[in-house]
């Protein structure tokens, strides 16, 4: 069971930030059609660029967990966003569905918002090596 304690926070981090960074890798392959999407979808296509370095740099933040609380708080915000303007019709449940993900997703942000990155990462590089 202290193995599985000692995991939980790190692979809980890379777990939350996989969605995040592939996402973001993904735009980077279709970034014309999701310009198109952005669009269609009201959101300036300009943005992208800002999208997909929010996605990957936050991900990479939280999964090696570096300034974690201000991450997991940007990401939170930027996850809030997302579901408030492409997963708002509630009348389809696909879109209602990818909503309440949102909603867990920054209920995950804000547990590591509370808590922190924990032992293994960088922000504690100190206290990893002591329980290692």
């Known amino acids: 069971m202290d ?5 939980s926070a790190p692979l809980g981090r890379v777990m939350l930030a996989a ?3 592939i996402a973001g890798l993904g735009k980077i392959a279709n970034y014309t059609g999701t310009q198109g999407y952005m669009e269609a979808m009201g959101v ?12 990957v740099l936050g991900g990479l933040a939280i ?8 991450a997991a708080f ?16 509630f009348a389809d449940q696909i ?10 997703i920054i209920g995950g942000f804000l547990t590591l918002i509370h808590h922190g990155a924990g032992p293994c990462s960088l922000d504690n590089r100190k206290q990893a090596k002591d329980t290692l």
């Open 74 to 89: 940007l990401l939170a915000g930027f996850t809030l966003l997302a579901a408030l303007i492409f997963h708002n019709n």
């Open 95 to 104: 879109q209602q569905i990818m909503f309440l993900k949102n909603m867990a």
């Open 63 to 70: 999964a090696f967990g570096w300034h974690t609380r201000i």
């Open 19 to 21: 969605i995040f960074i």
């Open 44 to 55: 300036p296509g300009a943005l992208l660029p800002l999208v997909i370095l929010t996605e």
């Open 3 to 7: 193995s599985l304690i000692k995991l």
